[in-house]
C-alpha cells in the first residue's frame, strides 16, 4: 500500500509505503510524553479497554515535533471549519 501526499502549495508527490504491519489503525484516547535533550517520545494510548494500553509509540527530535504540532493545529481548523468546534474535553471511559 502507498499513500501519497501533496508538499506544502506545490502539485509535487511524495510515495510513502506503508508496510503490511501497520496498515490496521490503532484508536487512541490519551496520549503522553516525555521529553530528552533530542527527542520526544509520545506514547498513544487507548485507554478504557480490557486494559489501558500503549497502542503506538513514536520518538522524535523536537524539530520534527514542532512541525507536527502545526500539522495537528491546520487539521483542527480544517475539522472546525468544516463540521465545528471541537468540544474542549470530552470523557472518552464510560461510568
Do not use: W
Request: some cysteine; glycine content about 4%.
Amino acid at each position: 500500500m502507498e499513500l501519497k501526499y501533496q508538499i506544502g502549495e506545490e502539485l509535487s508527490e511524495v510515495n510513502i509505503f506503508v508496510p503490511d504491519e501497520l496498515r490496521a489503525a490503532a484508536f487512541c484516547n490519551s496520549a503522553y510524553s516525555q521529553i530528552g535533550a533530542e527527542e520526544i517520545s509520545i506514547d498513544f494510548v487507548n485507554m478504557g479497554s480490557m486494559s489501558n494500553s500503549v497502542v503506538s509509540r513514536i520518538i522524535m527530535t523536537p524539530s520534527h515535533t514542532k512541525r507536527l504540532v502545526a500539522l495537528l493545529n491546520q487539521k483542527v481548523k480544517e475539522y472546525e471549519d468544516t463540521f465545528g468546534p471541537v468540544p474542549d474535553s470530552v470523557d472518552p471511559i464510560a461510568k
